[in-house]
Structure formats: structure tokens, C-alpha cells
């Protein structure tokens, strides 16, 4: 019989809070940063302008951010150096489109439905942002590098350089400028440029092993990354989307500057909870018939509903938006109503994490994608259709990342079912 190694739930608790807590660390920037922004002469224009601005940048580094997870594939496989010299490239590429969307000023005015000084503001935003792809692709290439040879400890100080760095910054010039999306860019720039060079510099220190993998050209490395970057894009998306179907929904405007400070309260209980399919999925690997990952699952639907009912319904909300956020008129009143439809968002994300775990642990990650374009699909009806009723704008977009959870889990959740009673058959058999 195998002696196979199934976890304790204390066990899992402590491998899955480290990388929570760091990703509880890097979602803290952008609220942090649209805090200042939001101090600046124009609050309203200037978050709006910003959380444009980041929406369409997420999903341009989406590749960049699968650069990671494809260091750690191709480590001794392809020389360092192609790599590398395919990280640089992607950035830069990158870069470029996040210029290009920003210089077509009537493209952003379209899409998103804004008046010329809006546009205008998110455009220059977007401009200064660009340098930032490259300094993301080297980051996440250095992520990679520091994962493949066991060094993680740096990752951490160099998330708290990066929080430094933008924060410092924001909160030192935006207050004393007419509109502060700009100064928010620049920040967020400097950050990850920030986070780049204290991440090299580590780096460095460790990466003194011999390099003996054989060269490769972009193309080969472009193949293997693909997948990956596919399905990093699909999960930016979202966001896109959201912004997009609030610039054409009721009082956009407010609401365009409201849904960047919801959506980071709402990131600060989902985000944690992202790397829990990921340990799940290797204690299943481990023993496909562990309960343990299913036991952390449910504390941790209870845990994040819990914590986020008393963020949305006590008066730390009222702080977050108005005292600390710094919304004003009706952006705040469509904040205060809006963020209460994301009550049960957080603990759907955990829901389908585990049902992408156990996915993943079969082997059957093709319906990850599929689960995906589920989700795409659940959020952009759920989207249309309250835009179309007249609804405001945060609770549209609240209502369709719901919505598009909900359509996932279902969607991974179907499959399983149906294999179920064969799967019992041939083991009876």
C-alpha cells in the first residue's frame, strides 16, 4: 500500500498565509495611492482618469505577470540570458501599447464614454505608466529567478520598498496639484521601478550558479509562455470590463472615480485569498482524497465573510470612502450603496479556487480556460444588462464580478459532477 502524506489544516493555514500576506501587501498600493490622488484639486476626475488609467494596464501586463510561473518551467531548460532577453522584449512591447492607447486620446473617449478633460487626464496617466511595463517584466522575471533557486525572502522587502516608495511620493506631491492622476501614474511607476532595482540587487547576490542551458531565440519561449499569458490576460479582464460598462452607465463620472476605492477594499479580501489554490492543489497532489484543503476552504469562506461584513457594514466603511479614501459629493454616495453588493464576492472566490485546485490536480487544466471564458461571459451579460436597466454604474459592476464568480464556479463545478459517479464506478470496479 503507498504511505501517502495528507496535511493537517494547521499545516496548510501556515503555507498559505506567508504568500497572503504578501499579496495583502502589494493590493494595499493602489488604494493607498488613489487616497492621495483623491486630495488632489479635482478628486472625482482624477481617481476616474487614474482607475481608467489602471484598468487598461493591468490587462496590457497580464503576459508580463505570467513571466514568473514560465522562469520557473523553462530554469535549466533555456539559457537565463534568452530569457531574460524575452522578459526585456515583452516589457517593451508592452510599454509601447500602453503609449499608443494613451496618445489616442478619441479611442479613450470612446471606450469609456469621457468628456475631454477625463480623457485627457487618463491619457497622460497612461503615458507616464508605460516605463512601468518594462520595470514589471523585470520584476516578475526576478520573481522567477528568486522562486527557482529558494531565495523568496527578498521578494517580500521588496514589496515593502515598492509600498514605500509610490505612497511616499503620492502623498508628498498630489495634495499640491490641480488634478493628481499624473502624480498617481508617477508613482505607481516609481514603485515598481523601485521594486526592479531592489530585486535585482538581491538578485545578484544569489545567482552565482553556472548558467549551463543551451540559447533559444524568442520564438521557442514565446511558445511555452502562451498559455500562460492567456490565461494571466483573461484574468485582468474583468476589471477592464467593469470600467468600460460604468463609463456608459447612470452618473458615470462618480462612479468611474468610486469603483477604483471599491474595487481596492474588495482586492484587499480577494487578493489574499488567490494563492489558496495553489496549495490546495499540491496537498491534493499529494492525496487526491484529502479533505484538508476542503476544511481550509470552508474557514476561509468564513473567515473572509466575516471580516469583509464588518469592513462594509460598520463605520469603517464610512472611513475607508470618505476619511481615508477622501470621496467626495455623489462618487461617495455611489460608493456607500454600491459596495454592498461585493458582500459575497470574496467568499465565491475561495469557492472557485477550490474547484480550480482540484481541477488542476486531475490534470484537466484545459477547463481552466474554459472556466474563464465562463466567467468573461457571465460578467459581460450581468454587465449589459443592469447598464441598460439604468442602474448605477458601482453596483453594475459590482453586481457582474458576482456574476461572472458565480458562472465559473458553476462552470468548474459542472464537470466535476458529471465525472463523479464514473470515476466511483471504476473504482468499484
Request: charged share 10%; net charge positive; with cysteine.
Amino acid at each position: 500500500m503507498t504511505n501517502v502524506r495528507t496535511s493537517s489544516l494547521g499545516k496548510l493555514w501556515w503555507q498559505w498565509l506567508p504568500t497572503s500576506l504578501g499579496s495583502s501587501m502589494l493590493v494595499l498600493e493602489i488604494p493607498v495611492v488613489a487616497a492621495a490622488v483623491a486630495r488632489s484639486g479635482s478628486t472625482t476626475q482624477a481617481v476616474a482618469a487614474l482607475g481608467i488609467a489602471v484598468a487598461v494596464i493591468v490587462v496590457v501586463n497580464g503576459p508580463s505577470l505570467a513571466l514568473a510561473p514560465l522562469v520557473v518551467i523553462l530554469d535549466s531548460r533555456y539559457a537565463r540570458r534568452s530569457v531574460r532577453r524575452y522578459a526585456v522584449a515583452l516589457g517593451i512591447a508592452a510599454a509601447v501599447v500602453v503609449a499608443a492607447v494613451g496618445l489616442c486620446r478619441p479611442l479613450l473617449t470612446s471606450l469609456f464614454h469621457l468628456d475631454a478633460a477625463t480623457a485627457r487626464d487618463a491619457g497622460w496617466a497612461l503615458l507616464v505608466l508605460a516605463p512601468a511595463s518594462v520595470a514589471v517584466a523585470s520584476r516578475r522575471f526576478q520573481h522567477g529567478r528568486l522562486v527557482a533557486a529558494g531565495a523568496t525572502g527578498g521578494i517580500g522587502v521588496a514589496t515593502g520598498v515598492r509600498l514605500a516608495v509610490s505612497a511616499t511620493f503620492a502623498w508628498c506631491v498630489a495634495p499640491f496639484v490641480s488634478s493628481g492622476a499624473v502624480v498617481g501614474a508617477f508613482a505607481l511607476t516609481l514603485g515598481a521601478c523601485a521594486e526592479a532595482t531592489t530585486l535585482a540587487m538581491r538578485l545578484r547576490r544569489i545567482d552565482t550558479g553556472r548558467d549551463t542551458a543551451p540559447p533559444t531565440g524568442l520564438r521557442s519561449i514565446g511558445t511555452a509562455h502562451l498559455p500562460l499569458a492567456a490565461v494571466r490576460v483573461l484574468n485582468m479582464v474583468p476589471q477592464l470590463l467593469t470600467t468600460i460598462g460604468i463609463g456608459y452607465a447612470a452618473g458615470s463620472l462618480s462612479s468611474l472615480a468610486a469603483w477604483p476605492i471599491v474595487y481596492g477594499l474588495l482586492s484587499l479580501f480577494t487578493g489574499p485569498t488567490a494563492d489558496y489554490e495553489t496549495v490546495s492543489t499540491a496537498a491534493l497532489l499529494r492525496d487526491p482524497a484529502d479533505a484538508t484543503p476542503r476544511r481550509l476552504g470552508t474557514l476561509l469562506v468564513c473567515v473572509v465573510t466575516a471580516g469583509y461584513g464588518i469592513a462594509l457594514f460598520t463605520p469603517l466603511r464610512d472611513w475607508y470612502m470618505s476619511g481615508f479614501s477622501g470621496l467626495d459629493d455623489h462618487a461617495l454616495d455611489v460608493a456607500l450603496a454600491g459596495s454592498l453588493w461585493t458582500l459575497l464576492i470574496p467568499a465565491g472566490w475561495v469557492v472557485r479556487g477550490y474547484l480550480r485546485a482540484t481541477t488542476m490536480a486531475t490534470g484537466r487544466t484545459r477547463i481552466l480556460s474554459y472556466g474563464v471564458g465562463v466567467h468573461l461571459t457571465g460578467l459581460a451579460v450581468v454587465l449589459a444588462a443592469l447598464v441598460a436597466a439604468g442602474l448605477p454604474g458601482v453596483t453594475c459592476a459590482a453586481l457582474a464580478v458576482f456574476g461572472g464568480v458565480l458562472t465559473e464556479t458553476i462552470g468548474l463545478a459542472l464537470p466535476q459532477v458529471l465525472r463523479r459517479p464514473l470515476r466511483t464506478e471504476q473504482t468499484v470496479g
